[in-house]
């Protein structure tokens, strides 16, 4: 395996008394994609700012391409010239044209700028004023100015925290475009599964500053450590060991977490589980069923169709 382009080594960070970011330890191989998810608190702005070189570190060391990134009492401005920071809060200068703005900012060849801009999908606003622009549209420029000053490794925090589905959904776009155009090295912080599931390569759980997991999307998906973990990446149910024995065949000391698609209905004098259907969301393609089971556990289940509340249904696994 080649060197990792970035290797995090034992960071922890501490702001004022209390402990921010517990050691952690991570690589980044070239072209590979994060994703950092944990709740609001649970250090994941800080995780990214300390790789940026933007936030001062209790012990460890962060090594792009193995040399150490400066922490940012080191520096008179802080951060590191081939890291890319984009924040929710991003900001462009008011009453600019959007060329003047990554004109400034350019250290690309002419016509490299000009395939960021038209990836970005910018090229056509170049002469508008930052003050005429949509939200959507000020993220991606912010996002182009940054690409075009050719960095390395590319961090995005809450990159569509404040987009509407449409301009998300573009964004979204402009990310997997640029992905495949051009090398870079992405770490995605997001509260949203439908953000990085797909996208990710790999996926960071925090919490309270501290790592519960760390592997690719779908064993985290299907394999969560713990309910916080799984509560994260969508709808889930508590198995408790009698029901997944009769659901399985299989026995175990503990309860199990099972996805919603894990389970389906079944007939009644076959299923292993009966229950009466307690809640019914309409989710677009198709229903998530709330079924109380005969114990009073509830579990959740997906149906090409609606139910009826309080019918009774068999419960399988699929």
Same mark, same amino acid.
């Given at each position: 395996m080649h060197e990792p382009i970035l290797e995090v080594k034992e960071i922890s960070v501490k702001?004022?008394?209390?402990?921010?970011?517990?050691?952690?330890?991570?690589?980044l191989q070239a072209g590979q994609k994060l994703a950092v998810a944990g709740e609001t608190g649970s250090g994941k702005s800080t995780l990214l700012k300390a790789i940026a070189g933007l936030q001062n570190l209790k012990s460890g060391a962060v090594y792009l391409q193995g040399e150490r990134v400066e922490e940012?009492?080191?520096?008179?401005?802080?951060?590191?010239?081939?890291?890319?920071?984009?924040?929710?809060?991003?900001?462009?200068?008011?009453?600019?044209?959007?060329?003047?703005?990554?004109?400034?900012?350019? *250290?690309?060849?002419?016509?490299? &700028?000009? /395939?960021?801009?038209?990836?970005?999908?910018?090229?056509?606003?170049?002469?508008? %004023?930052?003050?005429?622009?949509s939200g959507g549209e000020r993220q991606r420029i912010a996002m182009a100015r940054l690409l075009v000053g050719a960095p390395l490794l590319f961090l995005l925090d809450e990159p569509f925290s404040n987009l509407d589905a449409l301009h998300k959904q573009t964004m979204k776009q402009v990310m997997l475009d640029l992905g495949k155009a051009m090398q870079i090295n992405w770490i995605l912080v997001s509260h949203d599964p439908?953000?990085?599931?797909?996208?990710?390569?790999?996926?960071?759980?925090?919490?309270?500053?501290?790592?519960?997991?760390?592997d690719a999307p779908v064993t985290i998906y299907f394999s969560p450590a713990d309910e916080y973990t799984a509560g994260l990446l969508g709808a889930y149910s508590v198995i408790n060991s009698l029901e997944w024995e009769q659901l399985s065949g299989e026995?175990?000391?503990?309860? *199990?977490?099972?996805?919603?698609? &894990?389970? /389906?209905?079944?007939?009644?004098?076959?299923?292993?589980?009966?229950?009466?259907? %307690?809640?019914?969301?309409?989710?677009?393609?198709g229903c998530l069923l709330t079924i109380e089971l005969q114990g009073g556990n509830r579990v959740k289940l997906f149906h090409p169709e609606s139910a009826e509340l309080d019918s009774v249904v068999g419960v399988q696994l699929r």
């Open positions: 702001i004022g008394e209390r402990m921010a970011l517990y050691p952690i330890s991570l690589n940012a009492w080191e520096k008179l401005i802080p951060g590191h010239r081939r890291i890319a920071y984009l924040s929710q809060h991003f900001e462009l200068r008011n009453n600019y044209r959007v060329k003047e703005i990554l004109s400034y900012a350019e *250290k690309v060849r002419e016509q490299d &700028a000009a /395939e960021i801009y038209r990836l970005c999908q910018i090229d056509h606003l170049l002469n508008r %004023k930052t003050d005429q622009l439908g953000d990085w599931l797909s996208w990710a390569d790999e996926l960071l759980i925090l919490r309270d500053g501290k790592q519960l997991q760390k026995k175990t000391d503990s309860a *199990k977490i099972i996805r919603p698609a &894990a389970l /389906e209905l079944g007939a009644i004098g076959t299923a292993p589980l009966i229950g009466q259907v %307690k809640e019914v969301e309409f989710v677009g393609y």
